[in-house]
């Protein structure tokens, strides 16, 4: 940087004649349930899929290490997916 450069951030600045908009909490707090219910589902999937790949590794051993590899990686997701965020 050259010396004596100095950054100038006007639009932090606040402007007094702009109303700040109002935020509807309400709306937040149904996006918010909604984003919560999509990753609940995809944890699900993820169990069902994993549950699907441990049926196949049985059912074709000649690609059974195919199958659990997969198994573990979807039982994983499962698992990162279904942590319940707590307030």
């Given at each position: 940087?050259?010396?004596?450069?100095?950054?100038?951030?006007?639009?932090?600045?606040?402007?007094?004649?702009?109303?700040?908009?109002?935020?509807?909490?309400?709306?937040?707090?149904?996006?918010?349930k909604h984003l919560?219910?999509?990753?609940?589902?995809?944890?699900?999937?993820?169990?069902?899929?994993?549950?699907?790949?441990?049926?196949?590794?049985?059912?074709?051993?000649?690609?059974?290490?195919?199958?659990?590899?997969?198994?573990?990686?979807?039982?994983?997701?499962?698992?990162?997916?279904?942590?319940?965020?707590?307030?």
């Open positions: 940087m050259a010396e004596g450069h100095r950054h100038h951030h006007f639009h932090h600045q606040k402007d007094p004649a702009v109303p700040e908009p109002e935020v509807d909490y309400r709306k937040k707090e149904k996006h918010h919560q219910q999509l990753g609940e589902l995809g944890a699900v999937t993820a169990g069902a899929f994993a549950l699907h790949e441990k049926h196949q590794a049985k059912k074709h051993p000649e690609h059974a290490h195919r199958h659990k590899i997969e198994e573990e990686i979807a039982a994983a997701v499962a698992v990162g997916g279904g942590r319940v965020r707590l307030p």
